[in-house]
């Protein structure tokens, strides 16, 4: 039954959840935010799409505490086995934060939760090029309408 499915009800939910929580970043905070999908987006496990959704979400926090950008970027790519999501500002980067805040819990928990789902978090900052966070995870599928 499966693979008569129309590939319409296959389309992946977390595409479309980014570009909700991008659409409102954007309008609470006057900074355009683009989506990027790269690869055949597809269903992933909740928990996965989850960890993903709340990663762009506090890096999105991120961006608008601490950057100063003019332009914010987010781009999921689907391969074969693993899910990338990247978000990355043009703003000041660390350095130009640094010391003006003790840190708080945000990449730490970020952190956890990607790594909690078997993913990797990698953050590169320059202050002349912004802020970059990456999470990847393993490409592992859900259920359809699950
Ligand atoms: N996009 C960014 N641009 C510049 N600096 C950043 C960015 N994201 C994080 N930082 C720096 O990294 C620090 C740690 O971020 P983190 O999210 O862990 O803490 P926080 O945002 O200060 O507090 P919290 O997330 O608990 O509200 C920040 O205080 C800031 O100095
Ligand atoms: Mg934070």
Redesign the pocket.
Known sequence: VRALRPEALEDARLPEALRDVGRRWSELHGVEVGLTVTGRARVLRPEIEVALLRTAQ?AL???A???HATRVGMTLSYMEDLVTLDVR?D????T???G??N??????AMRQRIEGVAGTLEIE?DERAG?AISACVPALAGKVGA
């Open positions: 506090e926090a991120n961006v505490k601490h950057a500002d703003g000041v980067g660390f130009g934060t640094a003006s805040t840190g708080g819990y945000g990449l730490t900052s802020t």
